[in-house]
């Protein structure tokens, strides 16, 4: 269950349109920091220290499960994985699940 939500969880950047923030522009908007690297390794990170008292071993695997998790949503959006600090290597050529225009603003949700 904690990999299935680690998957979503990029998503969550949707909240921002829900209180009439722009979630299209910005570091923290749709597809920004959410959808990179580094988010995928703090959520491990976060993850492995709430899982209790394991032995070290334990956290580690929890830790990269979770990261991996986590960064499987920017790959199937077809981010590429520096995205998004170097924007012009963001993208791969092809991405196994298309992006589709939200309708309001001509991007791609």
Not at 53 to 62: A, D, N
Request: with cysteine; net charge neutral; aromatic share 8%.
């Amino acid at each position: 269950m904690a990999g299935a939500a680690c998957g979503v969880l990029p998503d969550a950047d949707f909240l921002l349109y829900l209180l009439h923030i722009d979630a299209y522009s910005g570091t923290y908007g749709h597809r920004g920091f959410t959808h990179s690297i580094g988010f995928a390794l703090l959520v491990g990170a976060l993850g492995a220290l709430l899982a209790g008292r394991h032995p070290l071993r334990s956290r580690w695997l929890t830790a990269t499960f979770l990261a991996l998790s986590t960064a499987s949503h920017p790959l199937l959006d077809g981010l590429g994985p520096v995205h998004p600090v170097f924007p012009s290597a963001n993208g791969l050529q092809t991405a196994p699940i298309k992006a589709r225009d939200d309708g309001q603003t001509g991007r791609l949700a």
